[in-house]
């Protein structure tokens, strides 16, 4: 293989696990990108979440937070 094509393939790999990782992290409920920052910002058309909320987020299934 030529040296060009190897660094080709690392980098494509690497992106690929980064983002198969992502993902998984996500579907298995374990991250939540930004979704903290988010929560803790005030908005127009919301509060700001204190910090115990914002980790506890999402919601108890009884709809409570």
């Known amino acids: 293989m030529k ?17 198969f990782s992502e993902k998984l992290n996500i579907i298995l ?5 930004d979704v903290y920052d988010e929560l803790r910002s005030e908005r127009p058309y919301k509060k700001s979440f204190s910090h115990e909320e914002s980790v506890n987020y999402p ?7």
């Open 59 to 65: 919601p108890s299934k009884d709809g409570g937070l």
């Open 29 to 33: 409920g374990e991250y939540y990108p």
């Open 3 to 19: 040296p060009k094509s190897v660094i080709i393939t690392i980098i494509f790999t690497t992106i690929t696990i980064f983002a």
